[in-house]
C-alpha cells in the first residue's frame, strides 16, 4: 500500500519511499493528475492517476530529498514508466534543490511519450561546489518552459549544462519568462542547436545583452523569438541582433519602449524570412522603414500612430487598434489583406468602396471610432455593415460622433430615413426654386 500511495512522487521526483508522501488528485477533463506533498496521503484518486497524460507536483519544499541524489530506478519502477502515458511534467509552487535534478531527469527519460517539462513559480537551490555529473541519460523533451522561477546565475552554467548537451540539442521549444532573467551566455546559446521557439518574455534584457545572448553561432535555428516586455530600447540594435537569424519567422518586440520612430539613416533590414512582427505597445510614432515582402502579420497595435502607408503584397492581418488614425489608411498595396483592426482610433468614416474591393478579407475591426454619421458616411458603413460578419462586433461600440446631436448614439440606429438623407435633394430644390423667386422679384423691381 505504502508504495502505491508515494508513487506518483516517486514518479515526479525519482525519489525512494518511504520519505515521498503526497496527497494526488485526478482531473478527468484535463487528464491531469495534481499531487500536492503539504498535504498527507490520501488515496482514493490515485488508480485513476495511471491515465493521466500530464503529471503535476505542487507546493512544497524538496530540500528534505536531497539526499536521494544518486538513484538509479529498479526495474519494476521502470516497468511503470514505460507503461505510463506521461506527456508532460508540472513542478508548480516549490523549493528544488539542485542536486536532485540529475536523479528527476534519469526518471524523466523512460516514459517513452514524455515531451514537455514545465516549471512554475519554483526556487532552484544550489549547493556551493556543486555541478552537475558527467554524463546524464538522453532526454526525449521537446518542450521545458520555466515561468516565475528563481536561480542562480546562469553565468558559470557551462559546464553544467555541457552534461546535457545531447539533450539540449533536440530541444525545440524554450520558455523562460518572468523570471528577471538580464541575459543567457553566448556559450549556453550556441548549444540550441535544434531549437525552433525562444520565448523570453517578461524579463530583463537590454540591447546589449539581448545582442550579446543572441551572439555569432547561438540557436541557429530560431524560427520564433519573443521579446515581449523586456527593456529594449533601439530597432538597430535588434534588427541588427536578429539579423543573422536567417530562418526567423516570427519576432515579437511588444511592449519594450523603443524611440517614437526608426531613424530612417538606418542601413539594417529584416532578415527576409520574417513573416510575423509585432510591434504592439511600443511607443511607434512613425513607421518608416522597409519591411520584407513576404510579411503575413502585422501588429501596430497600442502606439501613437496618425499616418501609414504599406506596400505589403502578402500581409494577411494588419492590426491598428489603439492609435491616433484619423483616417483608415490606403490597403490598395495590401491586396491579400484578410483581417484589419482600426478600431480605438479617431476615424469618421470608413471607405467602404476600396475597403470591399478587398477579395480576401473577412474581418474588420472598427469599433470605438469617432463616426460622422451625415448623409453620405453613414451609407459607406452601413453598406460594410450588410455584409455578413464582416464588421466585427457590430452594431455594438460604433457610436455616431458627430452631427452634434446624434453623439453617442448607434450607426446602426441611423437609417437614411431618420436623417432624412432623401429629403435633401427635395430641400435644395426648395432653394433653387427660393432664388428664383428671389431673382424673379428682383427682376421686377429693376423694371
Ligand atoms: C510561489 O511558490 C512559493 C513556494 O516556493 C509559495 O510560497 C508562493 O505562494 C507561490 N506563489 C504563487 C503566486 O503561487
Ligand atoms: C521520442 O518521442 C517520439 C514521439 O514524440 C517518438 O516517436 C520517438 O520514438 C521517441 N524517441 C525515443 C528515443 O524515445
Ligand atoms: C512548441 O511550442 C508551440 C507554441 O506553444 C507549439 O505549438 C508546438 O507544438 C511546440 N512544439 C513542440 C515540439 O513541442
Ligand atoms: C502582439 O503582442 C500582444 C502582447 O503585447 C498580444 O496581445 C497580441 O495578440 C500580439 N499580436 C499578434 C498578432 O499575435
Ligand atoms: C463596448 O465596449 C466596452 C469597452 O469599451 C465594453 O465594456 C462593452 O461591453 C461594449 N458594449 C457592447 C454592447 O458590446
Redesign the pocket.
Known sequence: MCRTQAFVSLLLLGLKLPEAKSDCEFVESENLCVCSLLKESQMDNLFECFQATTYELRGGNLEKFAIFSDLTPSPYVLDILTALHVRKLVFTDLLVPEVILPGALEFASHPPLL??IEFVNCTFLRRAGWSYPRRLSPLNV??LRFHRVTADSLADRRNDLSSLTRWLETL??L?LTDSKVTSIPCKIGQMFTGL??LDVSGNHFQDGSMRSSLCQGAFPGLQ?LRLHHNRLTSYDAVCETVVPLNMLMHLDLSQNDFPPGFSSSSQCTWPQSLRVLNLSSTGLKHVEWSLPPNMEILDLSGNSISTLDLSLPALKELHLSNNRLQTVPSVKKLPRLEVLSVDRNQISHLPSQSLLQLKHLQLLKASHNLYDCSCPYIKELQDLASKPSLLASWPHNYTCQTPPSYRDSLVKDMSPSTLQCNKAPLLQGSAVILLSSLHLLLCLFLI
Open positions: 515531451s514537455e521537446s518542450s525545440e521549444n520558455t525552433h521557439r520564433e
